[in-house]
């Protein structure tokens, strides 16, 4: 089993920035999961915001982050990052990391195929 852990999520003003962690442990080992990380706004279905492939080689990103969210990660910290720039009050939310345990050299964009999930980071985004 793996576990996630995010920290990082608070309130912020539009046009700040934050950045989300998420820490793993268990098994499988970090290194080979490729990792997601999804938001759930009220009212609102989840969605993927951004991905990575286990060796940072192949990333994903939806259309409205673009160009303001990175993602990241570092291996030997077990540690997959979301840095968010220029925020804006629909990227209100809460953030989930998600683990994706199928050994491939890319990343899933499908949420069925995230099988381990952290509790969750709440992003508020104020005008």
């Known amino acids: 089993q793996v576990q996630l852990v995010e920290s990082g999520g608070g309130l912020v003003q539009a046009g700040g920035s934050l950045r989300l962690s998420c820490a793993a442990s268990?098994?499988?080992?970090?290194?080979?999961?490729?990792m997601g990380w999804f938001r759930q706004a009220p009212g609102k279905e989840r969605e993927l915001v951004a991905a990575?492939?286990?060796?940072?080689?192949?990333?994903y990103y939806a259309d409205s982050v673009k160009g303001r969210f990175t993602i990241s990660r570092d291996n030997a910290k077990n540690t997959v990052y979301l840095q968010m720039n220029s925020l804006q009050p629909e990227d209100t939310a809460v953030y989930y990391c998600?683990?994706?345990?199928?050994?491939?050299?890319?990343?899933?964009?499908?949420?069925?195929?995230?099988?381990?999930w952290g509790q969750g980071t709440q992003v508020t985004v104020s005008s």
């Open positions: 990575i492939s286990h060796s940072a080689g192949s990333t």
């Open positions: 268990g098994r499988p080992l970090f290194a080979i999961l490729a």
């Open positions: 998600a683990a994706d345990p199928t050994f491939r050299d890319s990343y899933s964009a499908l949420e069925y195929e995230y099988d381990y």
